[in-house]
């Protein structure tokens, strides 16, 4: 996140603002060769920084390397809005220690929901868009491979056919239900596992509405980046055991949705 921006003569914030992790939107990079960390005229045209005056817009997003600093909350006695890069106007602080003005960090909350957006610490339940379903388990003798010393865990989900609502790709057009099935090892780690699965499912962050990678039809019930082994052989590339990182690559995608 931009912490590093001045002004130049004209009064225009130059720096790098990240909008999405790993994303730096940036412009203008001509004015300012050589392109250095810190020296990057940029203007943002996510819809919550449309407020601002020194708004533009631009085509292009670049993969920028993030140096640790960046992360480092700014403090200076003019105490800018990381969001707007103006005078913080009713400062809000979040528990991380960075602040913002209280109406840039409720549309960035609108839109990326309760995450610092210079640090993405959570600060509130996120809740996702997944449609009305079911999530059940039951547990099995049956071994996974990798996980011969103890039995299974077979989670259901089921989502019924719906009409999708404005959270969604295609508000008021029908979703195509699925039930998809996923296998966790019996074990402490697993069980571990299938709690944080189940808290992501209440706060409707397991699946989404949008076009299947596998189909490539609009209007599914899919998968919304929470890794899961949805057959109990053949390896990761069939999305089963036997996977020695697969519980840690879950709990690193969870985490990623504040779930821990
Ligand atoms: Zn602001
Ligand atoms: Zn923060």
């Avoid at 020296?39 to 020194?54: K, L």
Wanted: aromatic share 10%.
């Amino acid at each position: 996140m931009c912490e590093t921006y001045r002004e130049d003569s004209e009064g225009v914030a130059r720096g790098l603002r990240r909008c999405a992790p790993g994303l730096v939107q940036e412009y203008r990079l001509d004015y300012f060769p050589p392109y250095r960390l810190g020296s990057v005229r940029f203007i943002c045209t996510e819809p919550y920084f449309h407020h601002h005056r020194t708004c533009h817009h631009l085509q292009t997003h670049y993969h920028v390397p993030q140096p640790e600093t960046l992360d480092e909350p700014r403090r200076s006695k003019d105490d800018l809005c990381p969001i707007c890069l103006d005078r913080l106007i009713k400062k809000k602080q979040l528990k991380c220690k960075h602040t913002f003005c209280d109406e840039c960090l409720q549309a960035s909350v609108q839109h990326t929901g309760p995450m610092c957006p210079v640090c993405k610490d959570v600060f509130g339940v996120m809740e996702g868009d997944q449609p009305d379903g079911v999530m059940t388990w039951i547990n099995s003798s049956s071994f996974l491979p990798g996980f011969s010393g103890c039995g299974s865990i077979m989670i259901t989900y089921t989502f019924p056919n719906g009409k999708q609502t404005k959270k969604h790709p295609n508000p008021g057009q029908p979703y195509q239900g699925t039930t998809r099935t996923a296998y966790l090892p019996d074990n402490e780690e697993g069980q571990e596992v299938l709690k944080l699965l189940k808290k992501a499912f209440d706060q409707k962050m397991t699946f989404t509405v949008g076009t299947s990678r596998t189909s490539g039809l609009d209007n599914q019930v899919i998968w919304n980046d929470i890794s899961h082994k949805t057959s109990k052989t053949g390896g990761p590339q069939s999305f089963g055991y036997p996977d020695p990182n697969y519980l840690s690559k879950v709990k690193e995608d969870l985490k990623a949705k504040g779930i821990e």
